[in-house]
């Protein structure tokens, strides 16, 4: 077969491993030939594709970011858009198209499947919202990433009797906060899912203080909400650079808000620090290498078995495939399964 590999979205951890492992087995096992869109689905739109084979992959399995690079482009933003991907697909020969994104990719994916295109999808994120699957690759490096500033931030905040105030990504999910809090010990957690009361959360860093503890560390999402507000209206943090092409506002900046509002109803000297893109960035841990090996490995089985507008995915411990319809559906929200861990280990949650 023919088949082609292109990664969308925002780059994340793993999605070399995604794309050797793909490579591998269909060379090994399948005798398949291979190309790569550049950037996303703008590589279709404009027909840009590179030669991927063994050499092209070998020695990218630590390597972040993607070789293939990426764009949050949209063709169906495009007139016609989604017609040429697909007319696309058809000149280069393609039997089939790897795509793989989270829920802004895969739903391209969706679109050109209905128009009779051949995609298997690979869930990738590191904000882990992606619905059909346990866990995306991605999540668990970012996790990691956040844990470890943690670790950090603590003895230099202990060092001042300071407050700092962390703001991860995750969008509208808080599973990077909540996990990287509760691995890094945060004092407290506030996620997209339950807006928050500024008078609870500093009422908990003052009983820390009166308990002798002079430092906090407060993980904050950067999708967080104040509680509603006077006029009823609970207030998101967003970056005045506007909506990209799928329609999604750019977060980010609510560290720096609540920094200022805890400084001022404490009198605690805060500090905010925003992680960015540092999460995104770098090499995957041995779980995303291993959890981006087996979706690559999953996803070209799958095109083998005709598995066409499905998604390779994670259940328990067995890699299986869904409809690309039932993960795009909703986002993956923080479980009360997942509260109930925040919930147990800090004193006052939001
Ligand atoms: O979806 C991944 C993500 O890193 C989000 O957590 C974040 O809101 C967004 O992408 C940032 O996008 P960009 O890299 O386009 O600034």
Redesign the pocket.
């Known amino acids: 077969m023919k088949i082609g590999i292109l990664t969308g ?2 780059d ?1 951890p793993g999605l070399n491993a995604v794309i050797r492992a793909v490579v591998r087995k269909g060379t090994f096992h399948y005798k398949d030939e291979f190309i790569g869109f550049i950037e996303g689905w703008r590589g279709v739109l404009e027909n840009k594709t590179t030669t991927l084979d063994l050499n092209s992959v070998s020695g990218i399995l630590p390597r972040g970011g993607t070789i293939l690079r990426t764009s ?1 482009t949209n063709p169906a933003k495009k007139a016609d858009g989604i017609e040429k991907c697909v007319a696309v697909l058809k000149q280069n020969n393609l039997d089939a198209l790897v795509a793989i994104g ?1 829920d802004d990719t895969l739903s391209v994916a969706q679109k050109i499947h209905e128009k009779g295109g051949k995609v298997v999808g690979v869930p990738k ?3 882990n919202d992606l619905a059909g699957t346990d866990f995306t690759f991605g999540f668990d490096t970012a996790v990691n990433i956040v844990t470890e500033s943690l670790d950090r931030l603590h003895t230099t905040a202990e060092a001042h009797n300071r407050t700092i105030v962390v703001e991860v ?3 509208n999910a808080g599973w ?1 906060a909540l996990y990287g809090g509760v691995a890094g010990g945060a004092d407290a957690i506030l996620i997209p899912e339950h807006p928050f009361d500024i008078e609870k959360v500093t009422a908990a860093l003052q009983q820390r203080h009166a308990r002798g503890k002079l430092f906090n560390i407060v993980v904050v999402a ?2 967080a909400k104040f509680a509603a507000s006077a006029d009823g209206q609970a207030s998101l943090v967003t970056n005045a650079a506007g909506k ?1 092409e799928f329609g ?1 506002e ?3 900046g609510i560290a720096n808000v609540l920094a200022a509002e805890i400084e001022k109803r404490t009198g605690f000297e805060t500090r905010a620090v925003v992680l960015g ?1 540092v ?2 960035g770098g090499t995957p841990t041995a779980f995303d290498r291993m959890l981006a090996t087996r979706y690559g490995l999953g996803a070209i089985d799958a095109v083998h078995n005709g598995a066409f507008g499905q998604m390779v995915a994670l259940r328990g411990n067995k890699i299986v495939t869904v409809p690309v319809s039932e993960a795009i559906a909703k986002n993956r929200t923080v479980d009360s399964d997942a509260m109930e861990v925040v919930k147990g280990i800090l004193e006052q949650v939001g």
């Open positions: 979205g925002g994340c949050r989270g994120t590191i904000d990504m995750g969008r990077i950067e999708g990209d999604h750019r977060l980010g893109h999460q995104r």
